[in-house]
């Protein structure tokens, strides 16, 4: 007995080794995995509400071995108030919604908001109340730049100002209308570009601009 | 519109009621998306209208189809938004003009040049308040001089109140409150919402829409719950707040109420029934001890105050 636990102390190791490569081989596969091979169904942003300024948002994907996997989380903000059904201050009513026939854009020109966008389908919330003109967006041009003064809030700048009751730098932005808001790079921080991530993310799955895309974005709590 | 705009307006008279009412032309489940319901861009959803209650006799009219958001002032003279369709269509703007009636019964004249997304707000003395929505629900707050005549009042921005006599109004933008002058457009007073209330030393955040100003006070909805304000033509003060506990109320308290004698405020809030419906209560909550009542819970969708934001009143 004590010999076959002396062989299995000195194999142990070697099995232990084995597997986790076998597994980091798993892993890498299905991080990697070929985006444009990945299923319609699950291929989708999912937005999990924690609080308005400090929530995340996944890229889901199916990999080679039908997992509905997610590759990057990145934090991301969403109206003021929780109350979904409260017009230019809610956060976004729960489900699923399909993008607009003006879809995603890099360089989107509007009068509030610019540069990279998501197009989001009106939503009604759950007393009836019709959400609209919802996007996922950042604070950038319509050239996704940055213009940044010392205005606390540059409406195309990502700017250093903390959210009410946040004591990082750089959380204030994440405060929106009811839209998904993601963080970008600034010459007023040195947080991580999640936006360019998200976009690149978009890219590489094989799907482009200006086109409508059926249950793009899944909301919940 | 939500609550954007008050849904039910009494008239000045107090003979009648004006609401909003928004008929579905399909069966909507919003957890699911137009796609999954078979809706497509372009599909007709629902219509919304503006009815007239009768108090008296109960009857009940149709002012406008395709139409929502009022204001009611003291004269009698009603605005409302009139869609250029009668149907909302799915994802396609609901575009239209702003109609002022002098009496309900009369013909309606439009004060708007060009049709846009906008929500009647209120009236300030002859003045109009109104919404007009760009991407995102960012809302600039204009006022209506006359017919085709408006000006930005404040961009960004929520009313929060109109001041007795209609000559003022508070306005909420990101992170500033403002007392601003109606026929001037100068902003008189300022609050910086980053200050703390006094109930939790956290900062107030945010204010919203749905307020109500008597005498030198503003109930709004904001920072722990309820904010209360004063105002002086060259001033604003927290005066006090209530806090409202997430873990009972899970959503604000919206479209507070102040009394008369500035000792109570009455809101209402959305609550989550026992399988995650939505259902709602009023709070009748006291100042002076900062705490509020429940009252008894519904589960009716449409379930908000009745009142007119306009002034002067009458």
């Known amino acids: 007995m004590r010999a076959i636990a002396r062989g299995l102390s000195r194999i142990l190791p070697t099995v232990v080794m084995a597997w986790l490569i076998v597994m980091a081989f798993v892993f890498a596969t299905a991080v990697n995995a070929p985006r444009a091979q990945a299923a319609r169904s699950c291929l989708y942003f999912e937005f999990v509400k924690s609080t308005n300024t400090n929530s995340t948002l996944y890229w889901r994907w199916m990999d080679d071995y039908g997992r509905c996997i997610y590759s990057a989380s990145w934090r991301a903000g969403s109206g003021v108030t929780t109350d979904p059904c409260q017009l230019n201050a809610g956060w976004l009513p729960n489900g699923w919604y399909d993008l607009k026939s003006t879809g ?69 932005d994440f405060r929106s209308e009811g839209c998904i808001k993601v963080r970008r790079q600034s010459p007023e921080g040195s947080w991580p570009d999640a936006m360019s991530a998200v976009d690149s993310d978009w890219h590489a799955a094989g799907l482009g601009q200006a086109s409508g895309r059926t249950d793009t974005v899944y909301v919940h709590s | 519109m939500g609550w954007l705009s008050p849904v039910a307006v009494p008239s000045p008279d107090g003979q009648s009621i004006a609401y909003n009412t928004f008929s579905y032309l399909i069966s909507i489940d919003p957890e699911k998306s137009w796609s999954q319901q078979g809706v497509h861009p372009g599909d007709a959803v629902g219509t919304p209208s503006i009815h007239l209650v009768d108090l008296a006799s109960g009857n009940d009219t149709v002012l406008a189809n395709g139409a929502f958001s009022l204001a009611w002032r003291a004269d009698g003279a009603i605005a409302y938004f009139q869609g250029q369709s009668d149907n909302y269509y799915a994802d396609q703007p609901f575009l239209g003009n702003v109609m002022v009636r002098q009496t309900v019964g009369a013909a309606p004249e439009p004060w708007t040049n060009d049709p846009d997304r906008y929500i009647v707000a209120a009236w300030a003395g002859s003045r109009l308040l109104v919404y007009r929505e760009s991407e995102g629900e960012w809302l600039d707050l204009l006022a209506f001089d006359g017919p085709g005549q408006s000006r930005v009042l404040a961009s960004g921005a929520d009313l929060v109140a109109v001041s007795p006599d209609g000559s003022q109004i508070l306005a909420s933008q990101p992170g500033v409150a403002s007392l601003i002058d109606v026929g001037t457009g100068k902003t008189l007073a300022s609050l910086d919402l980053g200050q703390v209330d006094p109930v939790t030393g956290q900062p107030i955040g945010h204010l919203a829409y749905g307020g109500s100003w008597v005498g030198g006070e503003i109930a709004v909805e904001g920072g722990p719950g309820l904010v209360l304000l004063g105002v002086t033509g060259s001033s604003i003060t927290v005066m006090d707040a209530i806090a409202l506990s997430p873990s009972v109320f899970p959503m604000p308290a919206h479209e507070p109420r102040l009394s008369a004698d500035g000792a109570r405020i009455v809101a209402w809030t959305p609550l989550l029934g026992a399988a995650g419906q939505r259902t709602y209560a009023y709070l009748d909550c006291a100042i002076a001890t900062r705490s509020c009542v429940k009252g008894p819970v519904v589960d009716v969708p449409g379930f908000y105050a009745v009142y007119n934001p306009s002034r002067p009143f009458s």
């Not at chain 1, 020109?109 to 389908?121: A, F």
């Not at chain 1, 996007?135 to 009410?164: G, L, M, N, V, Y």
């Open chain 1, 104 to 172: 995603h854009q890099d360089s989107y020109s509007g009068t509030s908001i610019w540069g990279r966008v998501w197009s989001l389908q009106d939503k009604a919330c759950s007393n009836g109340t019709l959400r609209t003109q919802l996007f996922i967006h950042t604070e950038e041009t319509s050239s996704r730049t940055q213009i940044c003064s010392s205005d606390p809030d540059d409406p195309q700048c990502w700017d250093s100002t903390k959210a009410p009751g946040d004591s990082a730098a750089g959380t204030n």
